[in-house]
T-cell receptor
């Protein structure tokens, strides 16, 4: 069974630009969560989608947005990039909603660098 | 103060040592406790899952939860070089805003042959 895939793996952007990251969950998984990982803040929850609906949202500004398609694939978008957005962005999929109860399977992440 | 505190280390031990990793938390609503392992350039993978208080053992790994002290631990027996990774604790409650997973910063572990 193929794991969670994320594209691209590495990305370099400049301040003010926007970026779209993509995540393909494990086949059959309907929940996709996005996290930002930085050395200083660790893993921080961005949002969770289940069957194309946003179920939960973290404390990030509106520049961070996401969506989920009918095939469960998900994208997240960051507009007007800031230097502080440089991070590893991780996508995780699970069979059911709610990460506290369903095992999450993570992709390798997209390393975003903002110059 | 963060909701979940975890010493980032790094922790360096000789092969065969017993390793103890810990997290403390402040939210008494947390009921679901997890330990994830993250190798370099990889995403985290679930290692242990515990509901409420108590111990859980899986091979060389033991997870302990003490809800009265708001303290969780992961013990690794007979540590191996392949255990070298970052270990992250994560926890969540069951209702409302507590349903989001809250993570520790992670502890970097190196097991030296």
């Amino acid at each position: 069974k193929a794991g969670v895939t994320q594209t691209p793996r590495y990305l370099i952007k400049t301040r003010g630009q926007q970026v779209t990251l993509s995540c393909s969950p494990i086949s059959g998984h309907r929940s996709v969560s996005w996290y930002q990982q930085t050395p200083g803040q660790g893993l921080q929850f961005l949002f969770e989608y289940f069957s194309e609906t946003q179920r939960n949202k973290g404390n990030f500004p509106g520049r961070f947005s996401g969506r989920q398609f009918s095939n469960s694939r998900s994208e997240m978008n960051v507009s007007t990039l800031e230097l502080g957005d440089s991070a590893l962005y991780l996508c995780a999929s699970s069979l059911g909603s709610w990460a506290g109860y369903n095992e999450q399977f993570f992709g390798p992440g997209t390393r975003l660098t903002v110059l | 103060q963060k909701e979940v505190e975890q010493d980032p280390g790094p922790l360096s031990v000789p092969e065969g040592a017993i390793v103890s990793l810990n997290c403390t938390y402040s939210n008494s609503a947390f009921q679901y406790f997890m330990w994830y392992r993250q190798y370099s350039r990889k995403g985290p993978e679930l290692l242990m899952y515990t509901y409420s208080s108590g111990n859980k053992e899986d091979g060389r790994f033991t997870a302990q939860v003490d809800k009265s002290s708001k303290y969780i631990s992961l013990f690794i027996r007979d540590s191996q070089p392949s255990d070298s990774a970052t270990y992250l604790c994560a926890m969540a409650g069951s209702a409302g805003n507590n349903r989001k997973l809250i993570w520790g910063l992670g502890t970097s572990l190196a097991v030296n042959p």
